[in-house]
């Protein structure tokens, strides 16, 4: 063996054998030329067979040798395999795998712990008692969705047979919800029996149908009404209509507010920006939180600096109509606007007309409005002519009296024939372009003698004056208008309300 001679070489006269052996094996080490730093790994592929290589493939190999040792030592894990299920098991733990339907899985199966003691059933039983509502589309009968709801032909004829003598079934809303409940049945082959069915059948009234002692009986459910009627005021700002739409009252009322208005005021120059507004409208409140809006019934300007306009709502002999405080007809004379919310862009006279580059009479008025504005009949009257007339396009003239006739020129299309009578208000036709036109307006003119005349400045009087027992009910009315509050029902009358009655 080498050692003796590594320690035989390199002993001293002070040293012992250890640290003779140390500085024999560095010496070894240095002159194979194995460094001893930090790095004492040797590169089996370098200087195979020399003896620093026989070190290293040693020490690797007992390194080897004492994991594969070791590993001996380690106990294995224990395990628990279960034998493969069978096809029964299989098909019984499926309902518990989340997968898709196409790789297994069954949604809504529920997994049976013992399946000997399931027996199969002969039928599905059905529920003792079905609860559904039915809506009313568009095309449904009261008939045809009772029927699709699963009610038998004959408990549809017996309930139609009930209900019609107390509601028009035609009538009912799109969307009436009706409640039907159906009862137990002795087979499938038969339709289930009726046992109650309810619905509103108007806006106070709502019906049902139940079976008592084996036949079928009506029953009538009346629903509280509050009839007080909706006032709302505000300011009248840049635009009357678009003022009165940010209140939330419905169009129609909207329009009916600005045409009576437009029978008493002039809409350019009888407005201003800081007049009021006072609109009754009649309104009915459910108990079941329902809200219904009807007719207008009154309307006011309170004009600052001018005489308020005051109308309310009156039927003489049948006819509904505006009047004015004092008994007399808001219709009288000609209507000062025949366009709802329209501005005046043009007078009557001489003027330059911009398209055709030189000044010239204008004939009429000019009403800025938007394309598809409904133009009205300035008064009652029959049509004299319907169709294009040169510069002013399509062309209406509506013949009043045998002295006294109206023009509307530009329109878009028309709403009359020639030789049909018209009333006042009524729509002639639409705000257009046509012809030479700058932009979407009417062009309005009066013929008064067959001269044109300025719309603004003429000034007709007359129309009905309301006397005796009319006017004695009329002052009533307006009167319990005028005390309305603004948010419905009776009021304290303001000061300034006191000194007009006075």
């Known amino acids: 063996m080498f050692q003796p001679e590594l320690q035989a070489a390199n002993a001293g006269p002070n040293m012992g054998a250890a640290p003779t052996a140390r500085r024999s094996w560095r010496w070894i080490l240095a002159r194979e030329g194995i460094g001893i730093g930090t790095d004492r790994s040797i590169d089996l592929g370098d200087d195979i067979g020399s003896r620093a290589w026989w070190l290293g493939l040693a020490g690797c190999l007992s390194l080897i040798g004492a994991a594969l040792a070791l590993a001996t030592l380690v106990p294995a894990l224990p395990t628990n395999i279960r034998p493969d299920l069978t096809p029964a098991q299989r098909e019984n733990t499926l309902p518990q795998i989340i997968a898709p339907l196409a790789r297994g899985g069954m949604t809504g199966a529920l997994p049976l712990p013992n399946m000997r003691l399931v027996e199969p059933l002969a039928d599905i039983p059905e529920r003792p008692r079905l609860e559904l509502t039915?809506?009313?589309?568009?095309?449904?009968?009261?008939?045809?969705?009772?029927?699709?709801?699963?009610?038998?032909?004959?408990?549809?004829?017996?309930?139609?047979?009930?209900?019609?003598p107390a509601a028009n079934l035609t009538a009912l809303p799109k969307g009436t919800a009706i409640d039907v409940v159906l009862g137990r049945r002795d087979t499938k082959s038969v339709p289930r029996p009726l046992e109650l069915i309810g619905f509103r059948a108007a806006f106070d009234l709502r019906?049902?149908?139940?079976?008592?002692?084996?036949?079928?009986?009506?029953?009538?459910?009346?629903?509280?009404?509050?009839?007080?009627?909706?006032?709302?005021?505000?300011?009248?700002?840049?635009?009357?209509?678009r003022s009165l739409r940010s209140t939330g009252l419905p169009d129609k009322v909207i329009a009916a507010a600005t045409a009576a208005l437009g029978y008493a005021i002039d809409f350019q120059h009888g407005i201003g920006k800081r007049d009021r507004f006072d609109v009754i409208v009649e309104q009915d409140k459910a108990e079941t939180g329902d809200v219904r809006q009807g007719d207008l019934l009154y309307v006011a300007l309170r004009r600052d600096g001018k005489e308020d306009v005051e109308l309310a709502r009156y039927s003489l002999g049948g006819h509904p109509e505006f009047f004015r405080a004092n008994g007399e007809s808001a219709k009288k004379g000609l209507m000062r606007t025949p366009?709802?919310?329209?501005?005046?862009?043009?007078?009557f006279g001489m003027r330059f007309h911009p398209l055709l580059a030189y000044t010239r009479m204008h004939q009429g008025v000019d009403f800025g409005a938007p394309s598809g504005s409904?133009?009205?009949?300035?008064?009652?009257?029959?049509?004299?002519?319907?169709?294009?007339?040169?510069?002013?396009?399509?062309?209406?003239?509506?013949?009043?009296?045998?002295?006294?006739?109206?023009?509307?020129a530009h329109m878009s299309r028309f709403a009359v024939k020639p030789g049909q009578r018209v009333s006042q208000g009524q729509?002639?036709?639409?705000?257009?372009?046509?012809?030479?036109?700058?932009?979407?307006?009417?062009?309005?003119?009066?013929?008064?003698?067959?001269?044109?005349?300025?719309?603004?400045?003429?000034?007709?009087i007359?129309?009905?004056?309301?006397?005796?027992?009319?006017?004695?009910?009329?002052?009533?009315?307006?009167?319990?208008?005028?005390?309305?509050?603004?948010?419905?029902?009776?009021a304290a009358v303001t000061p300034l309300e006191r000194k007009r009655r006075r």
């Open 339 to 347: 366009v709802d919310g329209a501005h005046l862009t043009s007078g």
């Open 207 to 241: 019906l049902a149908v139940a079976r008592a002692d084996g036949a079928l009986q009506l029953r009538r459910i009346p629903i509280a009404v509050d009839h007080t009627p909706l006032r709302v005021q505000g300011l009248v700002g840049a635009n009357l209509q």
């Open 462 to 490: 007359g129309g009905t004056q309301l006397a005796g027992a009319d006017m004695a009910r009329f002052r009533a009315i307006i009167g319990g208008l005028r005390g309305l509050l603004v948010t419905g029902g009776a």
């Open 374 to 408: 409904p133009i009205m009949a300035a008064a009652g009257g029959t049509i004299a002519f319907v169709g294009p007339h040169g510069g002013h396009g399509n062309y209406v003239m509506v013949r009043h009296t045998a002295e006294l006739s109206t023009g509307y």
């Open 134 to 164: 039915t809506t009313l589309n568009g095309r449904d009968t009261f008939e045809s969705a009772l029927r699709r709801a699963g009610v038998g032909r004959d408990d549809i004829a017996a309930v139609t047979a009930l209900v019609r």
């Open 427 to 460: 729509v002639i036709g639409y705000v257009g372009s046509t012809g030479i036109s700058t932009g979407p307006h009417l062009h309005y003119e009066i013929w008064l003698r067959g001269k044109a005349v300025n719309p603004v400045q003429l000034k007709f």
